[in-house]
């Protein structure tokens, strides 16, 4: 139990997918205007990357791996990744029209979050386990979430405070997540996965 | 359906805002299908915008169509901006993606403990998903029951917001 709290930490926290690796940058400075808009894409990030961790640990291990095609790997997994997204959008639409009316937005930006595919190609390297694989994708994709959020909460704040005129807009926006990614590093230590 | 004004006087919530264009009229109701955006939000300049393809949404707004009940005064073509709740927003995010992955997570967490095997844990991870998907089609159910959570059109795009909220 306790490698799997470790896991989660170090995917997390320790080597976050937005401050640590610099993954998912688009939809981190693009949808975190509003903290609503940035929680329910970091949902819908989480989701994905956990559902397409399982597809893609079953391709490498069950197709890839056995028939020697590990030079397919990256256009296999944009495969598995634009497959996941399609097959969470249409489940979302049968499951409830509505809901899928009001998150459907958030679906197919998914698609091009490089985060997605940068979270599949690292638990393949770490040659983990499905149930490690599953862990990981989904505390990965936590780490997102909550970074999502918190940049979100900065950024109303910042919308309401007086900034210099030349600092105003994105270059504050980037000051910021300098800042926010600095005190992630306070993390470094807590667990080296 | 709530209009403006009756937000303004019942509500403290918030409204995440979108754009959407009239495609249909149908007596009272007006049919709208949100505007294509990427994920940089740049969607006035998606022509030029290097993410079309198999990430963009113009091929499936059709299917992201969405009533807008006792708005006579709209034309087709209008564009327009609508709100969503932020909380019901949030509510149906947790729905739809928290619920599955929950009941996943627990499927699986069970079957790796049990039987510790990769081809079992799949297995129950895949049960776990489609009991979770079967239990936030309940879920929703009952949160759109009440229409609360349904779209509400807040102004044309051009006229200045009635509200001094966070855009």
């Known amino acids: 139990m306790q490698e799997y709290v470790l896991l989660m930490v170090g995917a997390a926290l320790v080597n976050n997918v937005i ?108 040659r983990m386990t499905f149930i490690e694989s599953t862990v990981f994708a989904f505390a990965s994709s936590v780490g997102y979430s909550l970074v999502m959020v918190i940049f979100a909460g900065l950024r109303e704040r910042l919308a309401l405070a007086q900034v210099p005129r030349l600092f105003a807009g994105p270059p504050i926006g980037f000051i910021t997540a300098s800042l926010l990614a600095l005190a992630f590093m306070g993390f470094s230590g807590i667990s080296t996965v | 359906m709530f209009d403006t004004d009756e937000r303004l006087e019942t509500g403290s919530t918030e409204l995440v805002e979108g754009t959407a264009r009239v495609v249909e009229v149908t007596g009272a109701v007006a049919w709208l299908e949100p505007e294509a955006t990427t994920s940089c939000g740049g969607c006035a300049a998606s022509g030029a915008c290097g993410a079309k393809g198999i990430g963009t949404i113009a091929n499936r707004v059709a299917a992201r169509r969405f009533p807008l009940r006792d708005h006579p005064e709209l034309r087709v073509g209008d564009r327009v901006v609508v709100g969503v709740r932020g909380d019901a927003l949030v509510k149906a995010a947790l729905t739809a993606y928290a619920m599955p992955l929950v009941t996943l997570f627990l499927g699986g967490g069970l079957a790796q403990w049990a039987w510790g095997t990769d081809a079992t844990t799949i297995a129950a991870s895949v049960g776990g998903l489609l009991f979770g998907l079967v239990l936030a089609r309940l879920g929703a159910g009952r949160l759109f029951a009440s229409g609360a959570s349904a779209p509400r059109f807040l102004r044309r795009v051009g006229q200045a917001p009635q509200t001094c909220q966070i855009i």
């Open chain 1, 19 to 126: 401050l640590a690796r610099f993954l998912g940058l688009c939809s981190f400075m693009g949808v975190t205007t509003r903290v609503d808009t940035a929680l329910g894409m970091g949902l819908a990030t989480t989701f994905v990357i956990t559902v397409s961790s399982m597809l893609n640990w079953a391709a490498q291990h069950y197709l890839l791996e056995p028939f020697g095609l590990g030079y397919l790997r990256t256009v296999v997994f944009i495969l598995m990744i634009a497959a996941a997204v399609q097959f969470t959008e249409m489940t979302v639409r049968k499951v409830s029209p509505p809901l899928f009316q009001m998150l459907g937005i958030y679906l197919p930006l998914i698609t091009t979050n490089c985060a997605v595919l940068g979270v599949a190609l690292l638990l393949i390297e770490g």
